[in-house]
């Protein structure tokens, strides 16, 4: 059983809409829940961290935490196409115990 | 920017070269990572250490060994690699634990075994 899963896409959206990004987890005990952008040839970039259930918005992204269900979100509003990139979702277990998806990889048409 | 940089970004070796990758970071962090990605696979942790102690070692080949002199600086050294080791090799750093686990990553060096 993967610790991480995400949808591998490709997701594509148009530009201006809303794209969401889903991703689940395994281990109820994880605690800390990152999101990151990863563009093609480049290393990951970090673009929000949640630790509570509930939302947390920053800019156009908005990242979403149910721990009941196990599940973490991103959401991009406005999307542009400079979003074009895959985001991968992180997550902590204790200590320095990390786990990633793969990807879901995001497209933003004209 | 992230405030981590990694030497050499591009490595060719023959599989029987010994070589050693760099990262050095310059946020003050106190945990530095070693992460393995290979095409269509998720970022594979390798190595771990909080305040130069290693803290965790996922099963790695001992082909690769790590190696950190103090909390800003953290390398990789490599010895009879397989062809699949070939792949990018990632460092990051954080906050000590108990803290911010968020992680920055450096570029990153794309290694390939020959």
């Known amino acids: 059983q993967k610790e991480v899963e995400q949808n591998s896409g490709p997701l594509s959206v148009p530009e201006g809409a809303i794209a969401s990004l889903n991703c689940t987890y395994s281990d109820r005990g994880s605690q800390s829940f990152f999101w990151y952008r990863q563009y093609s040839g480049k290393s990951p970039e970090l673009i929000m961290s949640i630790y509570s259930n509930g939302d947390k918005e920053d800019g156009r992204f908005t990242a979403q935490l149910n721990k009941a269900s196990q599940y973490v979100s991103l959401l991009i509003r406005d999307s542009q196409p400079s979003d074009s990139a895959t985001y991968l979702c992180?997550?902590?277990?204790?200590?320095?115990?990390?786990?990633f998806g793969t990807g879901t990889s995001l497209t933003v048409i004209p | 920017e992230t405030g981590v940089t990694q030497t050499p970004r591009h490595l060719v070796m023959g599989m029987t070269n010994k070589k050693s990758l760099k990262c050095e970071q310059h946020l003050g962090h106190n945990a530095m990572y070693w992460y393995k990605q290979s095409a269509k696979k998720p970022l594979e942790l390798m190595f771990v250490y909080n305040f130069k102690e290693q803290t965790e070692n996922n099963s790695v080949p001992s082909r690769f060994s790590p190696e950190c002199p103090n909390s800003s600086h953290l390398f990789l050294h490599l010895h009879t690699l397989q062809p699949e080791d070939s792949a990018l090799y990632l460092c990051a750093s954080s906050q000590a634990p108990g803290t911010s686990h968020e992680q920055y990553f450096g570029p990153g060096t794309r290694l390939t075994v020959t």
């Open positions: 992180a997550v902590n277990l204790t200590g320095n115990q990390f786990y």
